[in-house]
């Protein structure tokens, strides 16, 4: 949860102000941690443990679901957001876990590698990226992203797969991502320039995101172009898949 484009869409509010309190304090009905983590089967504990890695900054930290997780695996780790709702909510449930993470309140233009260092990977999960709507933003963001990289250290960063979205085949299936039984993701207004997420809760609460449908290829490209290599993707962790037929694409890619 970071970052929206400084150039404000006409459209969308600021990325912080569309997770309200209360809307934070139903995400991990969303989620349903225990279920997400059956879902990603150790999947980035496996990739950072595969290229070496032993701390790792997580740049959109959310209501710290990842965190924890690499926490618990023998992680060093250390938790940013963009936004207060989401930070106050991943140190509750640091607290609630019994686990000492350092956290910063930081959106992805004030991130300093003087301030926090450097790290062997940097983490940007769920489609947080997307929330970035100019490609001159994204570039900035990606900068700062492999600034706090060691030579060599891995960048992680998935999406959303807009371009499955973008052609109308939109599916949720609770399997991975948003695993939680008593809330459901639906699409509003859908175009080139912004994708609506619609949350329903149970009891009829309703929120909504808005944010910028980035195709797979589109992000692959940044990234090369803001000097990493070694491009790799996944679709719903796996790494030959059907581009139509996944939920999230995972990209990964080495800083030179």
């Known amino acids: 949860m970071n970052q929206l484009s400084r150039h404000k869409h006409n459209e969308v509010a600021s990325y912080a102000t569309q997770y309200s309190k209360n809307f934070v304090e139903r995400w991990d009905e969303l989620i349903d941690w225990e279920k997400r983590k059956a879902g990603e089967g150790g999947f980035f504990e496996k990739l950072l443990r595969k290229h070496g890695v032993r701390s790792v900054i997580d740049v959109s930290t959310g209501s710290g679901f990842h965190a924890v997780q690499l926490k618990k695996a023998g992680f060093d780790v250390v938790a940013t957001d963009g936004s207060s709702t989401m930070l106050t909510k991943a140190r509750a449930n640091f607290r609630k876990a019994g686990l000492d993470i ?43 992203f492999k600034a706090l990289l060691k030579p060599g250290g891995l960048l992680v960063v ?73 491009h790799e993707s996944y679709g719903d962790f796996q790494s030959v898949y059907d581009m139509m037929h996944c939920d999230f694409v995972i990209h990964t890619a080495l800083a030179e």
């Open 102 to 144: 350092k956290s910063h309140y930081r959106d992805w233009q004030s991130l300093d590698a003087q301030e926090l260092g450097q790290f062997d990977a940097v983490v940007c999960l769920g489609s947080s990226l997307c929330h970035v709507f100019e490609a001159h933003d994204r570039l900035n963001v990606l900068a700062r």
């Open 158 to 230: 998935d999406q959303r797969n807009f371009l499955a979205i973008r052609a109308g085949n939109f599916k949720a299936s609770g399997h991975y991502y948003y695993c939680g039984t008593n809330a459901s993701v639906s699409l509003g207004q859908v175009d080139e320039q912004v994708c609506e997420f619609i949350y329903r809760f149970d009891n009829e609460e309703q929120y909504t995101l808005k944010v910028y449908p980035l195709l797979p290829g589109e992000l692959a490209t940044e990234m090369l172009a803001c000097g990493f290599r070694a």
